[in-house]
């Protein structure tokens, strides 16, 4: 158990629509990372949230957004979702923004149908 | 971005020592090498980094190459336990924790 919390574990939904995947991180740590895992593209890097401030993007759709609260969780959200954007989605955490260490969520199945 | 090469599959008996290679050919001075693994159904797992000097701890060996242009992750002794993708990335320090993860390694255990 990493200590990485993510809600909710499986998601089934429809092309068009909008969720919303939740990440409580590690207590003490301040950064949180998302990352996507698909098939054809591998785990791909999204985004770096610290302290509540964006630190770094990766390849995120202009559909998807995030964000860190005051209370360190991060929210992913999905719009517009399309059949591709079926993946596993991981939220990693990390005690600085350097990232030395990630600690990895169980990840949310995200299936589009 | 500096990119990794690694073997796509690997096999290993249980109990022998298993070395697992990088190639980092462009990887720059402020680099960092990092070492993660995925076991079947769960979200990736810190195994070890290092910069310059070879690296310990309880989960595994990292060799670094005196250029850094490869590296080598040595598991002492396999396990079972330890089949998994493992992957070798290279974390840009100016650029915070962002992790390029390549395709990795399958490393199958044999018993």
């Known amino acids: 158990d990493s200590g990485v919390t993510q809600t909710p574990k499986h998601l089934i939904t429809a092309t068009g629509q909008r969720v919303t995947l939740r990440c409580s991180p590690r207590?003490?740590?301040?950064?949180v990372y998302w990352y996507q895992q698909s098939l054809d593209q591998g785990l791909q890097f999204l985004i770096h949230?610290?302290?509540?401030?964006?630190?770094a993007k990766g390849n995120i759709l202009e559909r998807f957004s995030a964000q860190q609260f005051p209370d360190l969780h991060s929210e992913l959200n999905l719009s517009s979702l399309e059949l591709g954007d079926s993946a596993l989605y991981f939220c990693?955490?990390?005690?600085?923004?350097?990232?030395?260490?990630?600690?990895f969520g169980p990840g949310t199945r995200l299936l589009v149908l | 971005d500096a990119k990794t090469t690694q073997p796509n599959s690997m096999e290993s008996n249980e109990e022998e020592p298993v070395h697992l290679p990088c190639n980092h050919s462009t990887i720059s001075g402020t680099d960092y090498i990092h070492w993660y693994r995925q076991l079947p159904s769960q979200g990736p797992e810190y195994v070890i980094h290092g910069l310059t000097s070879n690296v310990n701890n309880r989960m595994a060996s990292l060799a670094i190459a005196e250029d850094r242009k490869s590296s080598t992750l040595i598991l002492h002794r396999a396990t079972l336990r330890d089949a998994a993708v493992y992957y070798c990335?290279?974390?840009?320090?100016?650029?915070?924790?962002?992790?390029?993860f390549g395709q990795g390694t399958e490393l199958s255990v044999k018993p």
């Open positions: 949230y610290y302290n509540g401030e964006e630190r």
């Open positions: 990335i290279l974390r840009f320090y100016n650029q915070g924790g962002k992790l390029i």
């Open positions: 990693a955490s990390s005690v600085d923004s350097y990232g030395e260490t990630q600690y």
């Open positions: 207590s003490g740590d301040l950064s």
